[in-house]
């Protein structure tokens, strides 16, 4: 165990994920989370960042396993497509370009929007739309694109998610608040410059460097795919459990059918002989037999 954790901080260690911002930028709530200051510049204890990493792997792998969804949201250049690819991965929503105000917090309206984006979609492939001019036709082509760039990610997400994975906190506050909002259980990096006693499980990290975002959101998205398998081994197991318990059903109900079977046979051996035909009945006086006759003196 040890050693496993040793070869993640090492990990860590060469993706740069212990620098972190000016010391002047700093926000003083990661206090707990600085190792030491180094030219002016606070450096993140990796200690606390395997630990919380750890923590945070754990509740996501069981959050994942319950079969809920959790949405990656990264909208920073450096951390866009790094994070859209790991969401896509473990098959989890994301956005990655621009956070519509509202989109947990108003969800109805955004659903609403989803939908009229894969209408349009449907309409463009299936041939509903021969009759209108391409200029029409065009314009339908880019409303549908820009409403992809923005919603695609999230397009099969049919209500609000279990939990939030952010990528620099400071920069997605908006995000950061609707899930507060409606108690949606928040995970997220944060830099020397971040509050983490707004999120339920911090990440101290450099959320600038692309090395640094890309090993925590591997590791993230690698505990939510090891839930994901957990889950469907669950479903299997419930499969197998049932066809156990319909195969000893049934064998009761052939135990039960055998054991009336029988009875029937020892009822029927009670009623006649053992050559298969009727018991002869013995008269028994005055039980309708007949009477001996009396002889008189």
């Given at each position: 165990?040890?050693?496993?954790?040793?070869?993640?901080?090492?990990?860590?260690?060469?993706?740069?994920?212990?620098?972190?911002?000016?010391?002047?930028?700093?926000?003083?709530?990661?206090?707990?989370?600085?190792?030491?200051?180094?030219?002016?510049?606070?450096?993140?204890?990796?200690?606390?960042?395997?630990?919380?990493?750890?923590?945070?792997?754990?509740?996501?792998?069981?959050?994942?396993?319950?079969?809920?969804?959790?949405?990656?949201?990264?909208?920073?250049?450096?951390?866009?497509?790094?994070?859209?690819?790991?969401?896509?991965?473990?098959?989890?929503?994301?956005?990655?370009?621009?956070?519509?105000?509202?989109?947990?917090?108003?969800?109805?309206?955004?659903?609403?929007?989803?939908?009229?984006?894969?209408?349009?979609?449907?309409?463009?492939?299936?041939?509903?739309?021969?009759?209108?001019?391409?200029?029409?036709?065009?314009?339908?082509?880019?409303?549908?694109?820009?409403?992809?760039?923005?919603?695609?990610?999230?397009?099969?997400?049919?209500?609000?998610?279990?939990?939030?994975?952010?990528?620099?906190?400071?920069?997605e506050y908006i995000a950061?608040?609707?899930?507060?909002?409606?108690?949606?259980?928040?995970?997220?990096?944060?830099?020397?410059?971040?509050?983490?006693?707004?999120?339920?499980?911090?990440?101290?990290?450099?959320?600038?460097?692309?090395?640094?975002?890309?090993?925590?959101?591997?590791?993230?998205?690698?505990?939510?795919?090891?839930?994901?398998?957990?889950r469907a081994l669950d479903?299997?197991?419930?499969?197998?459990?049932?066809?156990?318990?319909?195969?000893?059903?049934?064998?009761?109900?052939?135990?039960?059918?055998?054991?009336?079977?029988?009875?029937?046979?020892?009822?029927?051996?009670?009623?006649?002989?053992?050559?298969?035909?009727?018991?002869?009945?013995?008269?028994?006086?005055?039980?309708?037999?007949?009477?001996?006759?009396?002889?008189?003196?």
């Amino acid at each position: 165990m040890e050693d496993t954790k040793t070869s993640l901080q090492q990990q860590l260690l060469e993706a740069g994920v212990h620098f972190g911002h000016l010391k002047k930028k700093w926000n003083p709530k990661m206090l707990p989370y600085i190792f030491a200051e180094k030219k002016g510049i606070h450096i993140i204890d990796l200690n606390k960042t395997a630990e919380s990493l750890d923590e945070a792997a754990a509740a996501l792998k069981s959050i994942a396993r319950s079969g809920k969804k959790i949405m990656f949201v990264a909208t920073k250049k450096q951390a866009k497509e790094i994070v859209a690819e790991a969401a896509r991965k473990v098959n989890m929503p994301y956005v990655t370009e621009r956070w519509l105000g509202g989109m947990l917090t108003n969800f109805a309206t955004i659903r609403k929007s989803v939908k009229k984006m894969q209408s349009i979609e449907k309409m463009l492939n299936d041939g509903t739309l021969e009759n209108i001019t391409k200029k029409e036709r065009l314009t339908l082509q880019r409303d549908k694109d820009k409403m992809e760039k923005v919603l695609g990610g999230i397009s099969q997400l049919a209500r609000i998610p279990a939990a939030l994975f952010i990528v620099d906190i400071t920069n997605e506050y908006i995000a950061l608040a609707e899930a507060r909002k409606l108690n949606v259980i928040t995970f997220g990096m944060v830099d020397t410059n971040s509050d983490p006693t707004k999120l339920d499980f911090p990440i101290p990290a450099n959320d600038d460097a692309t090395k640094s975002i890309a090993i925590i959101t591997s590791y993230i998205a690698a505990a939510i795919a090891d839930g994901l398998q957990e889950r469907a081994l669950d479903k299997e197991q419930e499969v197998t459990d049932e066809d156990e318990e319909k195969e000893k059903k049934i064998r009761r109900l052939e135990a039960d059918a055998d054991e009336e079977g029988h009875r029937g046979s020892r009822r029927r051996t009670k009623d006649t002989g053992h050559n298969g035909l009727p018991k002869r009945r013995t008269a028994t006086p005055g039980h309708g037999g007949r009477r001996p006759q009396q002889k008189h003196p």
